[in-house]
Every structure is written in C-alpha cells, then in structure tokens.
C-alpha cells in the first residue's frame, strides 16, 4: 500500500520498536506512536524477558498496539509469550515461512532485509498470510535495529500489500523518507534513542512531529483549490 494510496489514509502510522522501559513506551503512547515493538531475541540489546515486557504493557494506555518481535524464535518460547503478554501482532525477522508465522492466531509483520534488488512480487507470493511486509536494511549477521537505511528508490511505487519503512530513520530524515516512499507505516528503533534501548522522549516527539509535517506536505501538495 504505497504511492496514491497514501491519499486514502489520515497519516502515516508509526511504531517505536525496541522499547526496554515503561517511561519510554508512555512516551511514545503520549506522542501518537501507533504501535510499540518488544524484542524477544536474546541476542539483540533491546531484548526484554517476559517480565519486563509484563510491566511495560501493563503500563501503557489504551488504543497503542502492542508488536512482539521474534528471530527464528521455537514454538514454545513464541507461545509462552502469547501466554503471558498481550501480543497483538507477532514480527518474524528470521527465515520463518509463511505457515510458521500463522500457526499461533495472530496476524504477523514479516521483516525483510533489503540488499541491491528488492523482488517484492516474490516477497508477496512467499508471505501471502503477511497483514504487513516491513523493509529494512541488510547488514551482514544482524537481523534489524542496524541504525543504517538502505536505498528508498528501489522499492516499487504500488504493492497490493501495507509496506513498513525501518532502517536508519531519525528525526532527521523521516520527512523525506515518507514522502519519497509513500509508506503505509514507519518503523524507528535507534533513530530516537540516548543508547541501546534508551528512548528519548524529545526526539520521539520530534520524530512524530516530522511524521506529521511529512503528511502535511504531501497533501498540500495535492489539494484541489476551493471554488468560490
């Protein structure tokens, strides 16, 4: 869902992923995130352990969804967070297939990583149970929060399918990312952060600020003047 699409929505959605600490997910509800992301991967440093991520959600208000990040994660640890959190969208960033990612009734984003060429329509084909794709930067032994973007003009201009912009977003770019992407949401984890799992409340607010002034933009750009 990019390109003209982007007529038919209010705004870009947003998710603050690698959120470690309940003042930071409030932050982020308190700014207008749409979704936070718990990383539930032992290797990442924004990894939470089940009772931590207990308490975050138990802090957070109404109406913020709650994303559960997972690199090639068993069936067991996957449940027994389902069990235990309030997940309501399940992220694979590993090589999970699409019956792996729909065996625990819940809708998933699939993250890919983005080399030279992206083949979206094989992406599509291979993840047809995917309610989002999210697009994020290659780099060699990490599986995403790499702080580098990759090249925004290789991804198509239409996809019958949300498409989710991550890597190396900031308050400094985002701008430019969303107007040259058309994204259906955004994806930040590094871009708002004081150190690994340190969220900024300033720059969080700075960086939804930018998602709006992007939105506004692109609709001035495309208003019909009013006859009088």
Known sequence: MTGSDLNNLTRTRVKICGITRSQDALAAAYAGADAIGLVFYEKSLRHVTVDSAKAIVKAIPPFVTIVGLFVGAGKDKIRAVLENIPIDILQFHGDESDEQCQQYGRPYIKAIRVREQLELDDLLN??????????????????????????????????????????????????????????????????????KGIKDAGKIAAFMQEVTNAQDEFRGRHCTPVQV
């Open 126 to 195: 291979r993840y047809p149970g995917a309610s989002a794709l999210l697009l994020d930067s290659y780099v060699q032994g990490t599986r995403g929060g790499t702080g580098i973007a990759f090249d925004w003009s290789i991804v198509p201009p239409v996809c019958n399918k949300p498409i989710i912009l991550a890597g190396g977003l900031t308050p400094a770019n985002v701008r430019r990312a969303i107007t040259q992407v058309k994204p259906y949401g955004v994806d930040v984890s590094g871009g708002v952060e004081t150190g």
